[in-house]
């Protein structure tokens, strides 16, 4: 079966600080799929990046980055200099390496930029 | 571009009556579909998902049931609502050979 963990229920954190949301993940498969999510207090989620098990390249994009370590079973995402609008709750999920392609998400971390 | 709405985005109702939610996306054909529900502070659960018309997999057995009568519409019903299912209940497509969920606004319904 298919697990994630997100260890950080809630962080807060000052304005223009970095910040860490960890993600470590379990699955008896070779192949499959890695995503951060982000939920606004609006409420819908939106997509932020997919990363495949075989390509463990860590990305950048603008003040989000993302570290991929397949012999931890880690993918964790920094945000530098945070920014209020950073404020939310972000998930992530590790998804089946198939058409159907069930995902099961952390529990989420909630995190709080304060001005 | 794909779009996905759902609706109503806000539903109160007494335990016994029955539920209504759909789902429509456009823009693709042939989508995935899925119905999450999200506790308050916890993460997504997968009800049900869907590769095409009328197939449908439960992935929770429970007092919901979901139904595809068109590529890109997808429906969760109840047939008397119980108290625990309360909460908000996200639709999302995918592509088939994509692997990110693209969520609908959610619909938070209050059993009483």
């Known amino acids: 079966a298919q697990k994630v963990t997100q260890a950080q229920t809630e962080i807060s954190v000052v304005e223009k600080e970095d910040v860490t949301l960890d993600c470590v993940y379990e699955?008896?498969?070779?192949?499959?799929?890695l995503f951060w999510y982000k939920q606004p207090p609006s409420g819908e989620l939106v997509f932020l990046i997919r990363?495949?098990?075989?390509?463990?390249q860590n990305e950048i994009s603008g003040r989000y980055s993302w570290n991929f370590q397949k012999s931890t079973s880690s993918f964790n995402f920094t945000i530098t200099a945070s920014q209020v609008v950073d404020s939310a709750v972000y998930f992530c999920?590790?998804?089946?390496?198939?058409?159907?392609?069930?995902?099961?998400f952390g529990d989420g971390t909630t995190l709080t930029v304060k001005p | 571009s794909q779009t996905i709405h759902q609706w109503p985005a806000t539903l109160v109702q007494p335990v016994g009556s029955p539920l209504s939610l759909e789902c429509t996306v456009e823009?693709?054909?042939?989508?995935?579909l899925y119905w999450y529900r999200q506790a308050a502070g916890r993460g997504l659960q997968l009800l049900f998902y869907?590769?095409?018309?009328?197939?449908i997999s439960s992935e929770v057995p429970q007092n919901l049931s979901a139904s595809r009568p068109q590529d890109r519409q997808f429906i969760l019903s109840s047939k008397k609502l119980l108290l625990s299912d309360s909460g908000f209940y996200l639709c999302?497509?995918?592509?088939?050979?994509?692997?990110?969920?693209?969520f609908g606004e959610g619909s938070r319904l209050t059993v009483l």
């Open positions: 999302a497509w995918s592509g088939q050979y994509t692997g990110e969920l693209f």
């Open positions: 699955t008896r498969d070779t192949t499959y799929y």
């Open positions: 990363r495949n098990s075989f390509d463990e």
């Open positions: 999920a590790l998804r089946e390496y198939t058409n159907a392609g069930k995902s099961t």
């Open positions: 823009g693709t054909s042939n989508p995935n």
């Open positions: 869907s590769v095409g018309i009328g197939q």
